[in-house]
Nanobody, 128 residues
């Protein structure tokens, strides 16, 4: 059973930046599509970014494009999200996900219940 554990969240001022990390318990995750999702207070969880197993294909939600950067290091079983130019609207619990069967492209619109593995999330609060 794959476990995903996020870290790196915290309180940051508007315009600030953070680096979120997701550690996977199993090396096999290196062959999976992975992604980040977020859930703001009172809202549904939404797609943020996805990356193919080898990093060749990357997709972002329009709301974070040019501000966030997803990357992975398969030698460390790790996924990252560099978030910058943060806005109060970015306040949310950020969760990583791993999908053995899907592509980075279809993770954007895939039913979230069909994504196999999820972490519990890390809270990012953007406030002055």
């Amino acid at each position: 059973q794959v476990q995903l554990v996020e870290s790196g969240g915290g309180l940051v001022q508007p315009g600030g930046s953070l680096r979120l990390s997701c550690a996977a318990s199993e090396h096999q995750v290196g062959s999976y599509t992975m992604g980040w999702f977020r859930q703001a207070p009172g809202k549904e969880r939404e797609f943020v970014a996805s990356i193919s197993w080898n990093g060749d294909h990357i997709y972002y939600a329009d709301s974070v494009k040019d501000r966030f950067a997803i990357s992975r290091d398969n030698t460390k079983n790790a996924l990252y999200l560099q978030v910058a130019s943060l806005e109060p609207e970015d306040t949310a619990v950020y969760s990583c996900a791993a999908d053995p069967w899907g592509t980075a492209q279809n993770m954007r619109n895939k039913e979230q219940r069909d994504i196999r593995y999820w972490g519990k999330g890390t809270l990012v609060t953007v406030s002055s």
